[in-house]
T-cell receptor, first 112, second 118 residues
C-alpha cells in the first residue's frame, strides 16, 4: 500500500531564502508524481508533474526532482517570496492503480 | 492544454439540502473522472471513479446513495451531495484523465469546491 509522507509539516523562512520541501513514498513503482499548491480556504493549483522516466521538472523559481529508486521527490523554491506562502502537497500515482495518493502537505510561511 | 474547471468554487448550504458540483474538462475528452475529498488537516482521499456512460465505482466507506456521481459526457461529471449535513463539510476536488492506460493516465485536477453545511 502506497504511503506518502511530507516533511516538514510546517516551515517558516525569511523572504529571499531558497528552500526545499520533501516528499517520500513507499512504493517506487509509479507512473508520475505531482506537486500542488493549496492556498488557505482556496483551491488546488498544479505546479509540476514529473513522469516516472524523468529526473526533474522546472517552472520559473520552482524545481522538482524525482529519485524513484529511493522513493523521494523534492520541491526546490528559489528566492522565496511572501506570495509563496501556502500549503504544498505532493501526490503519487502508483503503477497499476487508478488513484493518486496525497501527502498531508507542508505549510510554508515566507516572512516579509 | 488539459484544463479542468470545477464549479462552484465555494458553496454554503443549509442542512438537509442537496448540492451539485460540476467538473468539466475544457480542452480534452475525459474518459475517466475522479472525485476526491479533503477533511481539515488531512490529506485528499479518493471517493469515487467514474467512466463516461458507466456507473461510478466508490471507494470503501463512501456512501454511493449520498454522493451521486454522474458522468454523462466525455467532458462533464457531476457530484451531488444529497441531504447534506454539517459532517459533509469538506473540500471536494475532481480530476480528469484521458485514459489510455499506464503512464498516459495523468490526472488533471480542478481547483476544488469548498462545501460548508450549516
Amino acid at each position: 500500500k502506497q504511503e506518502v509522507t511530507q516533511i516538514p509539516a510546517a516551515l517558516s523562512v525569511p523572504e529571499g531564502e531558497n528552500l526545499v520541501l520533501n516528499c517520500s513514498f513507499t512504493d517506487s513503482a509509479i507512473y508520475n508524481l505531482q506537486w500542488f499548491r493549496q492556498d488557505p480556504g482556496k483551491g488546488l493549483t498544479s505546479l509540476l508533474l514529473i513522469q516516472s522516466s524523468q529526473r526533474e521538472q522546472t517552472s520559473g523559481r520552482l524545481n522538482a526532482s524525482l529519485d524513484k529508486s529511493s522513493g523521494r521527490s523534492t520541491l526546490y523554491i528559489a528566492a522565496s517570496q511572501p506570495g509563496d506562502s501556502a500549503t504544498y502537497l505532493c501526490a503519487v500515482h502508483t503503477s497499476g492503480t487508478y488513484k493518486y495518493i496525497f501527502g498531508t502537505g507542508t505549510r510554508l510561511k515566507v516572512l516579509a | 492544454g488539459a484544463v479542468v474547471s470545477q464549479h462552484p468554487s465555494r458553496v454554503i448550504c443549509k442542512s438537509g439540502t442537496s448540492v451539485k458540483i460540476e467538473c468539466r474538462s475544457l480542452d480534452f475528452q475525459a474518459t475517466t473522472m475522479f472525485w476526491y475529498r479533503q477533511f481539515p488537516k488531512q490529506s485528499l482521499m479518493l471517493m469515487a471513479t467514474s467512466n463516461e456512460g458507466s456507473k461510478a465505482t466508490y471507494e470503501q466507506g463512501v456512501e454511493k446513495d449520498k454522493f451521486l456521481i454522474n458522468h454523462a459526457s466525455l467532458t462533464l461529471s457531476t457530484l451531488t451531495v444529497t441531504s447534506a449535513h454539517p459532517e459533509d463539510s469538506s473540500f471536494y476536488i475532481c480530476s480528469a484523465s484521458r485514459g489510455g492506460g499506464g503512464a498516459k493516465n495523468i490526472q488533471y485536477f480542478g481547483a476544488g469546491t469548498r462545501l460548508s453545511v450549516l
